[in-house]
């Protein structure tokens, strides 16, 4: 029987989803991909970095902007006057999430995941939100700035965030029956839970 297993994670800013994602995966002793998964689609398709970053899910998606006009000269030499459209890139770093997912128990932080892992037989798919104040708080503190600067950077993000997956998903951001479980972080912690979740997907597949 193969057990291994997937978690997705999908998050407000500021909510601490990343964090709880990172410390959820140290406790099980899995691997977290978030920004490595650019990393990883770049080398094996051989191409930038730059062009993934356009298509991240932070960049936001215009449904005008099919295209991408991003250049290269090593990519100009290798696709001659071809662009490369949102869908492909995004498709590129799909298969990339699918092998990942297939080859061992990880968890997966954006970027989508739980769509792409659909029809993965061992996935749940955590959405992460926290109250509005506690998330301006740590955006303050994490990047520096006032509090209503903050506040501003949060609506810009997520309203990004789900312009991304509502359109390559064709699901709804943040909406309770796009995933298996919704968790507020201000309830309980950070730590407590990411016990939380932990005790649900253990509970969950018998681990």
Not at 6 to 23: D, M, P, W
Not at 36 to 49: T, V
Not at 57 to 75: N, Q, T, Y
Request: one cysteine or more; charged letters at 30%.
């Amino acid at each position: 029987m193969d057990e291994k297993f997937v978690i997705t994670i999908g998050r407000q800013v500021g909510s601490g989803g990343r964090e709880i994602g990172e410390k959820l995966a140290a406790q099980m002793g899995i691997s977290s991909y978030d920004k490595e998964l650019i990393k990883i689609a770049s080398q094996e398709s051989g191409l930038g970095k730059e062009f993934f970053e356009q298509v991240d899910e932070k960049a936001g998606h215009s449904i005008f902007g099919g295209l991408l006009g991003l250049r290269s000269s090593l990519v100009d030499e290798i696709y001659s006057n071809h662009y490369l459209s949102n869908e492909t890139l995004f498709k590129i770093q799909s298969d990339v999430i699918r092998d990942l997912a297939g080859k061992q128990s990880c968890i997966f932080i954006g970027r989508c995941a739980d769509y792409v892992l659909m029809e993965h037989p061992r996935c749940i798919n955590v959405f992460i939100c926290a109250d509005l104040d506690d998330r301006i708080r740590r955006i303050a503190g994490i990047k520096k700035i006032p509090e209503n600067k903050a506040k501003e950077f949060i609506e810009k993000t997520d309203k990004k965030r789900a312009g991304y997956y509502n359109y390559f998903s064709n699901k709804v951001w943040g909406v309770a029956e796009s995933y298996h479980l919704c968790v507020n972080s201000s309830v309980l912690g950070i730590d407590e839970t990411v016990s939380f979740i932990r005790h649900f997907v253990e509970k969950r597949f018998g681990l």
